[in-house]
């Protein structure tokens, strides 16, 4: 559901739905990964379900702004990447010299979320192990775990996607008569 969620809202057709899909499991999948293999959450669905799901859904925002963000700027910067190409770059490269400066749009909520947590809002994490009967440093370590990993799905998923985006493997609709060359 995120890889529908996320191509929707990003204006691709449904063809280019596993493209999106491989950039969201290609962020969750190896930090979730990580965090079983090092024990730091328990492996039963009580561990795994809440986390996977944090990572997930943080996965599809970034797959969603990267997506738009990109989109919206190749558009913009037609001309620039038509230029590359008379000057004889490749394609991919040629649109990744336009996508590259929007990569950061896409870790803008994660990196405020991680800069304000305690300060504005309560940490979910946090709030969630304590109802459970966690102590304040599990509580707190379940926090740090949390926004970590997102901030890593969020820069792996952003670096994928824009990698599929340059290559012309996501591609949204209004775009597709013009991009890629």
Known sequence: MASVTSARR???P???LLWVALAIVAGALPVLGLCLASRVIPFNGA???PVAGILIGGAMTASTLTGRRASDEIKAQHGSYEAALALGIPAAEAAF???RPTAKEALVPGLDQTRTVGLV???GAFIGVLLGGGTPLEAGAAQVLVL???LAVQAITSAVLLR???QGKVVRSDLAAVYPR
Do not use: E, M, S, Y
Request: aromatic letters at 0%; zero cysteines; hydrophobic letters at 60%.
């Open 10 to 12: 990003i204006g691709v």
């Open 14 to 16: 449904g063809r280019h």
């Open 47 to 49: 561990g795994i379900i």
């Open 97 to 99: 010299v336009v996508l």
């Open 121 to 123: 809002t309560l940490p």
């Open 148 to 150: 970590l990993g997102l």
């Open 164 to 166: 599929l985006i340059a």
